[in-house]
């Protein structure tokens, strides 16, 4: 029995080897089946991680596609993709024909998930709205990818329809409306009569003011390029703030000043502040009504800034040494604040010039101006005094 076995064991393995490279060489056919078989469930685990109860797999599945982070999604406005209609694909082919390639796509709606709930053809009329405000279709996408939430706004597009025609109309530039249109669409989220009524009253109150009917339209376009946020103001805050001024003995063109200088920001402060700022300055520097006045004029940071604000600069400023005095004749130094002011007194003394002896104004003024300055009084303190007496010696 055991001979027998011992004479088939050679059989066998000769067998095993007849057959074992068969054995060994995989099936291309079931290579590429098992290929498609790993790619479909990694798709499949894919979508089934990010798709929660609830969401609808449909919208996975479509941003998937566009490379959008689900996750990112989920954690900014969950309730997108629990929605039954969405257009991701309408909404990033309406974008690709404007010009935008994958990545923009992407972060687009990464940035503002809801923009694939409006319809393809809302998409399409604000796209001709915004183009028609726009150099060409690339700044628009440009514009689309800084703010995509204004532009998928959708559902006041006959307002802001309305209102940029209104604008149009009224000789603002396109540039504007597209600042207006980017950092205060709430302006085009009003009607058109509320806009109309707030121009009305800016025009009243510069013809009220002493301002002439043929440079009105020049003042107010001026004004409306300067500071278009003017608009988010209530024409009730305007007429308050212009009598509260008014009742201060400020006369009309003292007015149209403050209002040129600061803008629509004169029109955001409330009164209540503005006595009690005018009180305490009055009392700091111990002046008359009529010396107020001309303070403010030389610095408007006397009435808007709040009495904390001033106190806490005027303190800093005595504790540097600088006089109620020196301040009273520079009074602009209060627009700045002290971190400001310490840096650049600092900054002063590592060259030898004490502010305190010196000139206030030398510490005032923007970044720009203030480093002007400080290259002047370093330039004039680094030149060798000449003299004249001093033999010179010249080389043969």
Same mark, same amino acid.
């Given at each position: ?22 054995? @060994? ?117 440009? @514009? ?87 608009? @988010? ?11 509260? @001024? ?151």
């Amino acid at each position: 029995m055991q001979s027998g076995m011992a004479r088939s064991a050679p059989n066998l393995l000769m067998h095993l080897t007849r057959f074992q490279p068969f054995m @060994l060489l995989p099936d291309l056919s079931a290579l590429q089946n098992q290929r498609k078989t790993r790619n479909f469930l990694q798709h499949f685990r894919y979508t089934t991680e990010v798709t929660l109860e609830g969401e609808n797999k449909a919208t996975a599945e479509n941003l998937y596609e566009l490379s959008v982070d689900i996750k990112k999604i989920r954690r900014l406005k969950p309730w997108v993709l629990c929605k039954e209609m969405t257009y991701a694909k309408e909404i990033a082919k309406i974008l690709q024909e404007m010009g935008a390639d994958k990545s923009d796509i992407m972060h687009i709606i990464e940035r503002c998930p809801e923009a694939i709930l409006c319809r393809p053809t809302s998409i399409s009329f604000q796209r001709d709205l915004w183009l028609s405000v726009c150099l060409n279709e690339k700044q628009l996408v440009e @514009l689309i990818k800084r703010f995509p939430e204004n532009f998928f706004t959708v559902e006041h597009y006959e307002k802001q329809k309305g209102n940029i025609r209104f604008f149009k109309d009224l000789g603002l530039k396109n540039t504007i409306i597209r600042r207006l249109l980017t950092s205060a669409p709430n302006i085009f989220y009003n009607p058109i009569e509320k806009n109309k009524h707030m121009i009305e009253t800016l025009q009243s109150s510069f013809l009220h003011l002493g301002g002439s009917q043929e440079n009105m339209k020049t003042w107010l376009l001026k004004l409306l390029s300067q500071d278009p946020f003017i608009l @988010l103001s209530s024409p009730v805050a305007v007429q308050e703030n212009l009598q509260f @001024l008014q009742k201060n003995d400020f006369t009309d063109s003292e007015i149209l000043s403050l209002l040129s200088r600061l803008k629509g920001f004169i029109f955001q402060l409330n009164t209540v502040t503005m006595q009690n700022s005018m009180l305490f300055s009055k009392s700091v520097f111990n002046c008359s009504v009529q010396e107020l006045r001309e303070l403010i004029m030389k610095c408007p940071a006397l009435f808007y800034n709040s009495v904390p604000v001033l106190e806490e600069r005027l303190e800093g400023l005595l504790k540097a040494g600088i006089s109620v005095g020196q301040i009273k004749d520079t009074p602009t130094v209060l627009e700045l604040t002290p971190e400001i002011v310490q840096y650049r007194i600092k900054k002063l003394d590592a060259i030898g010039y004490d502010i305190r002896r010196g000139n206030l104004e030398n510490v005032t003024g923007t970044k720009k101006e203030f480093e002007a300055t400080y290259g002047k009084i370093q330039a004039k303190r680094e030149r060798p005094m000449f003299n004249p007496v001093a033999p010179l010696h010249i080389e043969d």
